[in-house]
T-cell receptor
Framework: AQKVTQAQTEISVVEKEDVTLDCVYE???????LFWYKQPPSGELVFLIR??????QNEISGRYSWNFQKSTSSFNFTITASQVVDSAVYFC???????????????FGKGTHLIIQP | DVKVTQSSRYLVKRTGEKVFLECVQD?????MFWYRQDPGLGLRLIYF???????EKGDIPEGYSVSREKKERFSLILESASTNQTSMYLC?????????????FGEGSRLTVL
């Protein structure tokens, strides 16, 4: 069965520090999809990125970057020069292709609460 | 701007009451979902629907039912609310079937059952 582990329940850093949120996954499938979502205090989860299992290229989007390593089953998320607006709960999620790869087969981690102090 | 709208942000109900949580999306998405979010447990899927009048159980359907009479609207029903159903409820939608793209979420409905 698929599983997503976000070992860091809460992280607190001072503004402008870099911070990495860890995500480790388990799957039997060779084809799968990984996601990161951000949940700000308003409550609405916002999609950040999707990565399929055949694309191990790291991704950078502004201050955000993602490191996908199949060898360690990890999909870590780094925020560079953090800002107070980055404060949120961040969820990592996994969808296996054998389940149709559909959103009904999406498994979320328990989330990491990131606090950026001014 | 695409939108998933949940009718109530905060509700307080008494044990045994019937509760309706409404969700409307304006993106013409086929798939809609209800999740429950609890501290330390993350998001858990309650029910989902791939089409009008169609519903499928998720991981924790007990104590809940759903209704999808129109494509844009997906309702979550608690027939007899209990205190262990106090939680944040999140509605989401996605385009197409078996789509692995972006889920669009509403802002959530925080339900307290006394």
């Amino acid at each position: 069965a698929q599983k997503v582990t976000q070992a860091q329940t809460e992280i607190s850093v001072v503004e402008k520090e870099d911070v990495t949120l860890d995500c480790v996954y388990e799957t039997r499938d060779t084809t799968y999809y990984l996601f990161w979502y951000k949940q700000p205090p308003s409550g609405e989860l916002v999609f950040l990125i999707r990565r399929n299992s055949f694309d191990e290229q790291n991704e950078i989007s502004g201050r955000y970057s993602w490191n996908f390593q199949k060898s360690t089953s990890s999909f870590n998320f780094t925020i560079t020069a953090s800002q107070v607006v980055d404060s949120a709960v961040y969820f990592c999620a996994l969808s296996e292709a054998y389940s149709g790869g559909g959103a009904d087969g999406l498994t979320f981690g328990k989330g990491t609460h990131l606090i950026i102090q001014p | 701007d695409v939108k998933v709208t949940q009718s109530s942000r905060y509700l307080v109900k008494r044990t045994g009451e019937k509760v309706f949580l409404e969700c409307v999306q304006d993106m013409d998405h086929e798939n809609m979902f209800w999740y429950r979010q609890d501290p330390g447990l993350g998001l858990r899927l309650i029910y989902f629907s791939y089409d009008v009048k169609m519903k499928e159980k998720g991981d924790i359907p007990e104590g809940y039912s759903v209704s999808r009479e129109k494509k844009e609207r997906f309702s979550l029903i608690l027939e007899s609310a209990s205190t262990n159903q106090t939680s944040m409820y999140l509605c989401a939608s996605i385009e197409g079937q078996g789509n692995t793209g972006e889920l669009f979420f509403g802002e959530g409905s925080r339900l307290t059952v006394l």
